[in-house]
């Protein structure tokens, strides 16, 4: 919603959730709460906007009605490609600026999520001319802004298409993927509550009394079809290759900066679908070795290739949005201003 009005430009803020077992866009329910109680007194008007992914939660549905029952959009499954999320969102800004006016946007997301954003990013980059003149009529995405992200490896990587889908398929019609939805939420979630604990969080009180419901609610509806994006995710469909997407924004004005949890902890959720077991040595290792042995990071990256690259640490350990989220939100406006 709008955060404020009368300001001197409007700047769209599109807040990309993680994908997993029940997330959806409430996982940003804080965030929006903070930005709404900080933004009072900002400089420039605040249009935010917090879908759900497609597959995820209200919108594993791939069948959109508007209220007069016209189907809108009808999306194939499995989404097996980051422009299977990015079309979606990018489709959805477009929406957007045709209701209301937009000078720029501002794209927001976590980990395994973030090749989303560079993605419509870099798309919107290509279609920009040099007087900074979209021929679509598409507002410029002016910020990135990415957090808890995953090694450099997984941005300029390909995964093999062949081992995704072979993947996907294992968990979509098979009894692992059964095994492992069913396990998540027996016993009203309790998997998912210590799996999160565990894995995304530094401390459980972070998550909040509502974590684990809002997972199990989310994930079950539909019939649990939201399970296929997360299968999609788990197979490695968002390792498509960002190499393409970084070229374009580097030599482009787009800001890339991070937001980064203060919790030590290295170790956190991956997928194994895709990783070879030498691969998952050498990361285990890497954790341990020498700093100036360890491996080039995506801020390193960005700066070495002439970009800022700001950093923020806020609390948090990987859902940093959700578990600081006056952190977050105090960084994110710092970096959109």
């Not at 490896?153 to 692992?176: E, N, Q």
């Not at 972070?206 to 197979?235: E, I, M, Q």
């Amino acid at each position: 919603g709008n955060l404020d009005v009368g300001k001197v430009s409007t700047i769209g803020v599109m807040l990309i959730h993680p994908i997993g077992v029940g997330i959806g866009r409430w996982y940003h329910h804080r965030l929006l709460h903070e930005l709404q109680t900080r933004y009072q007194a900002g400089s420039n008007e605040l249009v935010v906007v917090s879908p759900d992914l497609l597959g995820s939660s209200t919108a594993c549905n791939p069948v959109m009605t508007s209220s007069s029952g016209e189907v809108l959009t009808k999306r194939k499954t499995p989404l097996l490609n980051i422009t299977d999320w990015s079309d979606q969102l990018s489709d959805l800004m477009t929406t957007i600026e045709e209701q209301t006016t937009i000078d720029k946007w501002c794209v927001v997301t976590n980990g395994g999520c973030s090749p989303i954003a560079l993605q419509i990013a870099a798309d919107r980059m290509r279609r920009t001319d040099s007087n900074g003149t979209n021929g679509n009529g598409q507002s410029p995405v002016s910020n990135v802004v990415l957090s808890s992200v995953p090694r450099l490896s997984f941005f300029l990587s390909t995964s093999d298409p062949v081992k995704v889908r072979k993947s996907y398929r294992t968990l979509a019609r098979g009894i692992v993927g059964k095994a492992f939805w069913w396990y998540s939420l027996r016993n009203d979630g309790a998997f998912i509550l210590k799996f999160s604990e565990r894995n995304l969080c530094a401390k459980p009180e972070n998550l909040g009394p509502d974590w684990k419901r809002n997972c199990v609610d989310s994930a079950r509806l539909f019939g649990g079809r939201s399970r296929y994006s997360t299968f999609s995710f788990l197979a490695g469909a968002l390792q498509d290759g960002c190499a393409d997407a970084l070229a374009t924004l580097v030599d482009s004005g787009v800001e890339i900066d991070l937001i980064r949890g203060g919790d030590p902890k290295v170790n956190r959720a991956k997928s194994w679908f895709w990783e070879t077991p030498k691969q998952n040595q050498t990361a285990t290792r890497s954790s341990t070795d020498d700093p100036k042995d360890q491996p080039e990071t995506l801020r390193q990256f960005l700066q070495r290739n002439g970009k800022r690259a700001r950093e923020t640490t806020i609390g948090g350990r990987i859902s940093v949005a959700h578990e600081d989220a006056a952190g977050y939100a105090r960084a994110l406006l710092a970096f959109i201003g």
